[in-house]
């Protein structure tokens, strides 16, 4: 059986995050993660790198945390940061009196918040509602989730650490009061295999209630739904939020070519974690509210709704999860519940993963009585080593300009490597400019088991299209890499399902018309409908 | 400027129609937007390939009574729609595109549903074939045993690997080639312009098509079919005959990711025969505010052509469904946006998706409300010039059922006789 010296569960931001962290301190790392890589919340929030500011007001602490992170990211994680800035408007309906509150607090933390005229700030960022009556800007920008994740995952895997994406836990190895290790399903293969860690970290989000009652171990979350739309269109460049105390669908964040209007908040059963869907009465309130931050959200063109399922940790009985702290938990199960070799990670944010990482990690070395400290404030992530996009593109010359870019975006320093041969030079996704060389390169070395994990590391399917034609292209890729076609066309139609799933809650206007070529496509072209 | 009939759309029922009326005496307008679905054909025409229920249909005219009496298919009538369908292939070889069907059954005109190898490998239903598609008349065995699939270098719309792993298995082994033209070479400077169109205008080169028939003669060891993308041959279907003769094997086209070259070759040849009967294609114009007299139709305008008002006896709208922009969705509603005819779609939008992208999707249907002779519903009532043609009829999901192009054959065929014959 194979032993490692601390045994990762979660392929979340916090999972990657905290295998990196093990990884750069010399221990033994196995991560495992039952899907794919920021497949949960990490996936499907914002993409916002907070200030610090919205949670100034109701959570020092949260706030205090996330300045601190802020400034770290955009350091060691500059390939997937927008260091976009971000205003705080207050609208006519608004309490013009919150400001000064707001600004204080802000200052508390350590967040620099500066008041500005209206006019300026409708001069910084001319998609915001012409008739605030404040505004107070802030350090905000944004972050691409899958981006992050990834790196931090690469970086494990240099440093040594293995990941098993696409592998369940099924249950622990307790012997007396130790967890000693965990049994995992295979899901591609079905295999059932054991391994054995001296450590056992349960960053399983939400999930993680689950597998914390695997070690007998309760630990009381609170669910909370969060539903978002992403437009076609970046309408704004600011982060755009509203100097309130946080409500629903109060803050519009830019991202690479679309901008994300969010979110609810709405408690959920265990049970329906899996499978949340966004409703109508949920789009229509995002879309409301979304147009009062920005008017011209109310004629742009929806590509898609989600929603993802926070893992608060309850505290009392807050209905909507909007008073429970963001702050992170990071519960010893020795001291707590008298289960050895077994931590929780949990609560936090994506803005704060690093820390969350460097505090469990810092519980399992104190475990193993391991002493190196922790790197990752200062260690950049692969791909956002020295050198300027500028100079990384000239090495790739040979592509077109925008997709050289958009390679560099996306893979940052690490675009030097890519395989930009002039054989190579087709385009797979042309609304997000993603090469073949890219696509490949994916394939190759980013943990691709299918077409859904490749949009999540290259953006393939993520533009304006969602994916009708370029999904067939990169289909053909895999077909090539697996040696076999029909599990890349089974992949396809799986592709296909997911993107329909956040399109059909938004599906009038252009996203329905785009809808009907799509049906006409993949079922009288290809023929992709067939009834078994 | 006054006409006969102005049709609305460029697309194959617009076109059939104003052919139709044309041939017959009849002053025609067509007023065209842009491209159309034959811009994404399959290069396969659909009559009929399952039913409402699921069931698969192999002979369409034998199941037209199953069909619900809303159907347009219904509308016209099983005998008028088995007429239509006899006259389809002739209609089309007057005009130069010349469709082939797989061999009817005894006692009947009219080809049975044979089957395409789509560019995923699949085999699909179908009623008629474009000039270079192949109909195969059964989905479980092929004449061919070993096939030679050629592909252009870094052409990533056409996948050999799907439609080797399709061949497969129905028994013909394939191997996988690729050749490098230098002119389609120059293409993969800008890869956006690496696409069907792309490749077919340079592939209509005497030099290139001759250079790529060699190159796949070369290739050929002992492989009885050859398969090749369908990009060539965009104003007629010559070079898919040259390149039939100069192959020692028989040479099956399979279609590529949109746009579809043997759908674009069809639109251009079915405009050509509008044209040289006498009609006039207004192209890159939009139909607008109808002036009404009564309950008809007395003008319209169009956005290019400012205060001038078009008029005529008869109107025909052909411009397509959501795709075409014959109707427009907003949050609460369906509508027509040119005349505000009255439109068929369920009140409450979660009805209007069904969460499986591949299962049955009402909005597919979403249709403008006709009487049995396609007049057109506005306010509740029929509209005395004004017909529907096409997709823009509802009453049917032609994705679902694999019977675009009938309909669209069909519905234009049976206005243009109640245009002639005084309905």
């Not at chain 1, 063109?301 to 989600?306: A, D, F, K, P």
């Not at chain 2, 995923?120 to 270079?132: C, F, Y």
């Amino acid at each position: 059986m194979e032993e490692f010296d601390v045994i990762i569960i979660g392929g979340g931001i916090t999972g990657a995050g905290t295998a990196r962290d093990c990884a750069l301190r010399g221990l033994s790392v196995l991560l495992i993660e039952r899907d794919d890589i920021a497949t949960g919340a990490s996936g499907r929030n914002h993409g916002l790198l907070h200030s610090g500011a919205r949670y100034a007001v109701t959570d020092q602490e949260s706030a205090t945390e996330c300045i601190k992170e802020n400034m770290i990211l955009k350091k060691v994680a500059r390939h997937c940061v927008d260091d976009t800035s971000g205003l705080f408007i207050t609208l006519p309906e608004d309490d013009l009196g919150y400001q000064e509150t707001f600004v204080k607090a802000c200052q508390k933390a350590g967040i620099k918040a500066e008041i500005i005229d209206p006019k300026e700030a409708l001069r910084l960022e001319p998609s915001v509602n012409p008739g605030i009556i404040g505004a107070v800007r802030v350090p905000d920008g944004c972050v691409d989730p899958f981006r992050l994740c990834a790196a931090n995952m690469v970086d494990a895997k240099i440093h040594g650490a293995r990941i098993l994406v696409h592998s369940e836990v099924t249950g622990l190895v307790i012997n007396g009061d130790t967890v000693q290790g965990v049994k995992v399903l295979d899901r591609t293969t079905g295999e059932e295999k054991e391994y054995r860690g001296s450590v056992v970290v349960n960053a399983g989000g939400i999930w993680g209630h689950n597998i914390a009652g695997m070690a007998g171990v309760n630990i009381s979350m609170f669910p909370a739904k969060g539903a978002l739309l992403i437009f076609a269109h970046r309408v704004n460049g600011m982060v755009i939020n509203r100097c309130r105390k946080p409500a629903n669908a109060d803050i519009l964040v830019p991202g690479d070519t679309v901008c994300i209007i969010g979110t609810t908040s709405t408690r959920v059963p265990y049970e329906e974690c899996d499978t949340v869907r966004v409703t109508p009465e949920e789009v229509d309130l995002l879309l409301t509210e979304g147009a009062k931050l920005a008017p011209i959200l109310g004629h742009t063109r929806i590509l898609r709704g989600y929603a993802g399922v926070r893992p608060l940790v309850s505290a009392d009985n807050d209905p909507t999860g909007r008073n429970i702290s963001r702050g992170i938990v990071c519960l010893d199960h020795e001291s707590r519940d008298g289960v050895k070799g077994f931590i929780t990670i949990t609560g936090g944010k994506l803005m704060t993963y690093r820390l969350m990482a460097q505090m469990a990690t810092d519980l399992v070395c104190e475990k193993l009585n391991v002493k190196a400290s922790c790197s990752t404030a200062r260690d950049p992530l692969p791909g956002s080593e020295g050198g300027g996009i500028e100079k990384i593109a000239k090495k790739i010359w040979s592509v077109p300009t925008m997709a050289q870019k958009a390679s560099v975006g996306r893979f940052g320093s690490r675009a030097a490597g890519l395989d930009f041969e002039e054989d190579k030079g087709g385009v797979v996704c042309e609304c997000e400019e993603v090469t073949v060389s890219e696509v490949d390169a994916a394939i190759e070395n980013l943990e691709v088991h299918d077409m859904l994990d490749l949009r999540r590391r290259t953006r393939v399917g993520m533009g304006t299209c969602q994916g009708e034609l370029c999904a067939c292209r990169a289909a053909g890729r895999l077909a090539k890499s697996y040696g076999c076609a029909s599990k890349a066309r089974e992949d396809l139609k799986a592709f296909m399902r997911e993107r329909w799933k956040g399109m059909y809650p938004v599906a009038w206007g252009e996203t329905l018309r785009e809808s009907v070529y799509t049906q006409w496509i993949y079922s009288e072209v290809l023929g992709l409908n067939e009834r078994p | 400027m006054r006409f006969d009939t102005i049709l609305i759309g460029g697309g194959l029922a617009s076109l059939v129609c104003g052919i139709k009326l044309q041939r017959a005496g009849q002053k025609c307008l067509i007023v065209s937007a842009g491209q159309n679905a034959l811009h994404f054909s399959s290069g396969t025409f659909g009559l009929l390939g399952r039913l409402p229920d699921g069931t698969a249909v192999s002979n369409p005219l034998e199941e037209l009574g199953k069909l619900p009496g809303t159907h347009p298919y219904s509308k016209i009538g099983p005998v008028k729609v088995s007429e239509y369908a006899a006259e389809v292939k002739d209609f089309f070889n007057s005009c130069g595109v010349r469709l082939h069907g797989v061999a009817a059954q005894e006692g009947s005109e009219v080809s049975p549903n044979g089957y395409r190898l789509t560019p995923m490998g699949v085999l699909q239903p179908s009623w008629l074939a474009m000039e270079d598609v192949t109909l195969l008349p059964s989905k479980d065995e092929l004449k061919w045993r070993k096939a030679l699939i050629v592909n252009f270098y870094g052409f990533l719309d056409f996948n050999a690997s799907f439609i080797a792993e399709g061949l497969w298995k129905i028994g013909v082994e394939s191997r996988v080639e690729t050749v490098k033209i230098e002119d389609v070479e120059t293409l993969r400077k800008n890869p956006a312009d690496m696409r069907s169109v792309g490749v077919a205008r340079l592939m209509a080169k005497e030099k290139n098509w001759k250079d790529f028939g060699g190159m796949v003669r070369g290739l050929l060891s002992g492989e009885d079919l050859v398969i090749v993308p369908a990009v060539f041959g965009f104003g007629d279907q010559v070079i898919v005959e040259w390149l039939r003769e100069m192959i020692p094997a028989d040479v099956m086209f399979i279609g590529t990711m949109p746009p579809s070259v043997p759908g674009i070759r069809t639109q251009i040849l079915l405009k050509k025969a509008f044209e040289s009967a006498g009609g006039t294609f207004l192209p890159g114009d939009t139909a607008l505010d109808p002036l009404f007299s009564g309950t008809s139709v007395a003008g319209i305008h169009t956005a290019n052509l400012g205060s001038i008002v078009l008029s005529a006896d008869r109107y025909v709208l052909a411009s397509g469904n959501l795709f075409g922009k014959g109707l427009e969705a907003t949050p609460n509603r369906v509508y027509e946006p040119v005349f505000g005819l009255d439109t068929d779609f369920p009140a409450d939008r979660s009805k209007w998706c069904d969460p499986d992208f591949f299962a049955l999707q009402e909005f597919a249907g979403f249709g403008v409300l006709c009487d049995d002779s396609f007049k057109a519903f506005k306010d509740g009532r029929t509209v005395d010039n004004l017909y529907v043609a096409g997709a823009e009829v509802g009453g049917c999901n032609p994705l679902y059922e694999g019977s675009g192009a009938g309909v669209s054959i069909m519905t234009a065929m049976s206005v243009a006789d109640s245009i002639l014959h005084g309905n």
